[in-house]
Structure formats: C-alpha cells, structure tokens
C-alpha cells in the first residue's frame, strides 16, 4: 500500500482576511510558503504580509462584502481557499457592553465571515471546485470567559455557522471547518490591556508546557485543513490551545505534587 498525503497548495488561490498582522499574517504567509498565490483583506492602510493582492476593506461594512467577494474572484481567476480570520474583542462587563460595541463584534467576527463566504462558495460550486471554507473562532466559541459576552457569542455563532454551512457545501466537495485557538500571543492582548497578574495565572493552566500558543501552531493547522491532506474534514473545529480547555477545574494545584518523585522534571519545577 502507498500512502499519499500532500500538503503542498501550489497552483491554488487563497484569500485570508485581518491577515495584516497576527494569526492571519501567519497563515497568509504559511499559505505562501506551501505554493499558494494568496489575496488579503484588512483595515489597515498598509499592510507589510507577503501577500499577491491586497484589499483595504473595514470587513464591519457587510453590504460592501458580497461585491468584495466578486471582485476578488474575478482579480484572482477563482477561489480555493476562504479563511474567515478577522476578528475583534473587547474586554467588557455585561452592564458596560454598548449597542455600538456588541454590533461591531457581531458584524466582523460572524457577520463577515457568513457575507464573505457566501459570494465564494456559490462561485466555487458554479465553477466545480472542491474548495476550503476555515473559520478562526476560538476555545471561547466552546466555553465562555468573563468579560466577553459579546465575543463569546460571536464566537459561538461562528462554530454552528461552520456546521450549517459544512452541512450545505459537502454534496459540492467543499468543507467548512474551523479553527479554534486558546491563548496566543498577540498584539490583541496589548489593545485588550490584560493584566500581566492574568497572563502569568493563565499559564499555570495550559497543561503543554504551560505555555501561550504561537501564531505558526495555529497557521500549521490552517495548512492541514487546506491542503488535499484535509479533504474528508468538515464541520469540525481544531482547538490549538495546549490543552487549556481539557481541564475543568485546577485541581492540579490542591493535590500534592507527584513532579517530585519523577527522575526527569518539566524545565520550571
Ligand atoms: N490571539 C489569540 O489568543 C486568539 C485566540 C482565539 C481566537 N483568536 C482569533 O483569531 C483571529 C485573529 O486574532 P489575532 O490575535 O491575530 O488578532 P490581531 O488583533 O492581532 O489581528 C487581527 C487582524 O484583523 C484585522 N481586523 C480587525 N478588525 C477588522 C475589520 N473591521 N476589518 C478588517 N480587518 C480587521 C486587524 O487589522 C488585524 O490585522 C481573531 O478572529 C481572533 O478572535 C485569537
């Protein structure tokens, strides 16, 4: 028996949105790396990604993004790949969350993804392409966190928008998958002011290695989902976040330590 697996994405087009800086960047890149001619969208007047196109666009606009959709897939001949990465948040309790705020999060973390994804996929299943759909959301789509009722839902929203739309694609070969980080350092955090007291608690509970995630791990799985190697996956999320989410109560730290009696220790003990 041979096995064939291949992740190799030459000769396909990729398009990445909020890709100007973070995890978008990073698969932006990763997509590159691996062959693939890759388009981005972002707010930013400058973006510095290695990229082939570039679209300025506030993805907040929804009704300026199915002609987006089609423009892009004109420049670019067609789509193979749709990554629905752009996303904000906004560290507030229930009482403080304004219309104005819960409808900017609603609008670029679900609003765009679902607005972006339809023009492409129905010109993907007019053309007979077996494309990729990758939602980033996020282990806040699967368990709440203080503070983000907004987010949260937003988030959450994008997982069971990943099921439905994985349900209505597959008969045309297209799977909608997502990816859903748990802590991963960057700039995000900056804007969003966590306390440091917070990062260095949030640590003692990722089991691997009790350390942040970095944006190639979650690139890496953007890659997998792409590439042929990914095609029997959809309407599932990849949670990239150490283990964080696996423990539901630190009942690590009331217990007495078993480390100790170990020959070989992790690198902190
Ligand atoms: N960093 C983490 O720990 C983490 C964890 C879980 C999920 N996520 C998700 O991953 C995605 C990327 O996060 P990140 O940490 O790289 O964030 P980031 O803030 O570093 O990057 C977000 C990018 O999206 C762009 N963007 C934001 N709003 C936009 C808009 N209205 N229109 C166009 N572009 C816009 C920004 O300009 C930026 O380039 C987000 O969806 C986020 O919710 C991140």
């Not at 997509?31 to 890759?38: D, E, M, Q």
Request: glycine share 8%.
């Amino acid at each position: 028996m041979s096995v064939d697996i291949r992740f190799d994405l030459s000769g396909k087009n990729a398009v990445v949105t909020g890709a100007a800086r973070g995890i978008g960047r990073a698969i932006a890149e990763a997509f590159r790396h691996f062959g693939a001619t890759v388009a981005v969208i972002d707010r930013v007047e400058h973006c510095s990604t290695s990229c082939d196109r570039y679209y300025q666009q506030d993805l907040a606009e929804t009704a300026a993004l199915p002609e987006l959709g089609a423009r892009i897939w004109d420049d670019m001949g067609h789509v193979d790949i749709l990554v629905n990465n752009a996303g904000i948040d906004y560290s507030e309790w229930f009482n403080e969350i304004t219309l104005e705020h819960w409808r900017r999060v609603m609008a670029v973390n679900l609003d765009a993804a679902f607005f972006l994804t339809q023009p492409i996929a129905e010109r993907m299943i007019d053309a007979h392409i077996a494309g990729r759909i990758i939602n980033v959301s996020s282990t806040n789509g699967i368990v709440a966190e203080a503070a983000q009722a907004h987010y949260n839902a937003s988030k959450g929203g994008l997982e069971l928008l990943t099921q439905s739309l994985a349900i209505e694609l597959g008969p045309f070969g297209i799977t909608v998958n997502a990816l859903a980080p748990g802590l991963i350092e960057t700039e995000i955090y900056k804007d969003l002011n966590v306390p440091q007291e917070l990062i260095e608690y949030s640590k003692e509970h990722i089991p691997l290695q009790g350390r942040w995630g970095r944006v190639e791990d979650v690139a890496a799985a953007a890659v997998f989902l792409a590439s042929d190697a990914g095609h029997y996956i959809t309407g599932q999320h990849i949670v990239i976040d150490g283990g964080l989410t696996c423990d539901q109560f630190p009942r690590f730290k009331f217990l007495p330590p078993y480390r100790s009696r170990l020959k070989n220790k992790p690198a902190d003990d």
